[in-house]
């Protein structure tokens, strides 16, 4: 009787098993699809991506060559192309090439236009964004206009710990000096000039300017 009664135990557990398992067995079969899909998408889009970073790099290097060549309309032409896609770095470094060949044909709002373009764009990396906005606003300056909006823009790069952050700094004071506002721009060339972590030709160049313009400057 012990025995018939084990077995109807055992029976019954089995039972309870086969039912889970037939319960979980969709639910299983469903996830592990989910997963596949998943790693598809994602094998697919790496591949995608991949596969336009190396025509996008083709387009580079063939407007590259028209530069090289001095076919100077042709290379503007597809440097202009890659930068309006504005969907890689690549694109960033065209916008950069096309300003360059603006700039060798003396066209200067053009190429301030180019590097406006590049540091409004969210897509492109910081560093090049900051770079642009730097050469944008050296282009922009002018003694005679109002450069408040200039010397905001150049605080940003400032505060934001910008790899561009002492460029900046220089620009400002630079620009400072320029607008007769000499106590400002002797303190940051100072603090330029005496900051270890400032690079060496930066650092350099703000002791030649304060050698220069403050020959009463004692460095502490």
Do not use: C
């Not at 407007?63 to 100077?72: C, D, G, I, T």
């Not at 300003?99 to 764009?121: G, H, P, R």
């Not at 605080?155 to 220089?170: F, L, R, T, V, W």
């Amino acid at each position: 009787m012990v025995d018939f009664l084990d077995e109807v135990e055992q029976d019954l557990s089995q039972e309870n098993f086969y039912n889970l398992v037939r319960k979980i067995f969709p639910y299983f079969v469903a996830f592990s699809l989910i997963i596949v899909a998943v790693s598809s998408y994602y094998a697919w889009s790496n591949a995608r991506i991949i596969k336009s970073q190396e025509l996008l790099s083709e387009e580079l290097m063939s407007a590259n060559e028209f530069f090289q060549r001095n076919k100077l309309d042709e290379a503007l032409k597809s440097y202009l192309n890659l930068l309006d896609k504005k969907n890689d770095n690549y694109s960033a470094i065209a916008g950069f090439k096309a300003a360059s060949v603006y700039l060798k044909q003396n066209k200067i709002n053009e190429a301030m236009l180019v590097y406006e373009k590049i540091a409004k764009t969210p897509a492109f990396a910081l560093i090049f964004r900051d770079q642009a906005n730097l050469l944008f606003i050296s282009y922009s300056f002018k003694k005679e206009n109002d450069n408040s909006k200039l010397l905001d823009a150049l605080d940003q790069i400032i505060h934001a710990d910008s790899p561009y952050k002492y460029n900046a700094m220089e620009l400002k004071a630079s620009m400072l000096m320029d607008l007769d506002k000499l106590d400002e721009a002797k303190n940051i060339f100072i603090e330029l000039s005496t900051n270890s972590s400032v690079p060496s030709t930066i650092q350099k160049n703000s002791q030649a300017i304060i050698s220069i313009n403050w020959k009463n400057y004692e460095k502490n």
